[in-house]
């Protein structure tokens, strides 16, 4: 069973930078593809960012040209730098791990609260 852990949310004021970062407890991390969810009060559960195992990245548009989403295989973790944030980006960002290598495997993380102010 893998697990997740997810560090680096906090609260910031508009326009200021957070970087999350998400460790894999699991042997083979680097088969996975590594995703960054979040979920605003109110709303469903978004996809905001995605690495896959030879690091090909993609962002939902509201976050592009804001977000960096990165790996480190040798550490078995995933990295969401975010710059410019804005009050809409306050939600639970949670990370998922998914591989579909011997079968579809899919893991999330606890969450972490990102609050940004106005």
């Known amino acids: 069973q893998v697990q997740l852990v997810e560090s680096g949310g906090g609260l910031v004021q508009a326009g200021g930078s957070l970087k999350l970062s998400c460790v894999h407890s699991?042997?083979?991390?680097?088969?996975?593809?590594m995703r960054w969810y979040r979920q605003a009060p109110g709303k469903e559960r978004e996809l905001v960012a995605s690495?896959?195992?030879?690091?090909?990245?993609d962002y939902t548009h509201a976050v592009k040209g804001r977000f960096t989403i990165s790996r480190d295989n040798a550490k078995k973790s995933v990295y969401l730098q975010m710059n410019s944030l804005t009050p809409e980006d306050t939600a639970v960002y949670y990370c998922?791990?998914?591989?579909?290598?011997?079968?579809?495997?899919?893991?999330w993380g606890q969450g972490t609260q990102v609050t940004v102010s106005s």
């Open positions: 699991g042997s083979i991390f680097n088969v996975y593809t």
């Open positions: 998922n791990a998914l591989r579909t290598f011997l079968g579809r495997h899919e893991y």
């Open positions: 690495i896959t195992s030879d690091s090909t990245t």
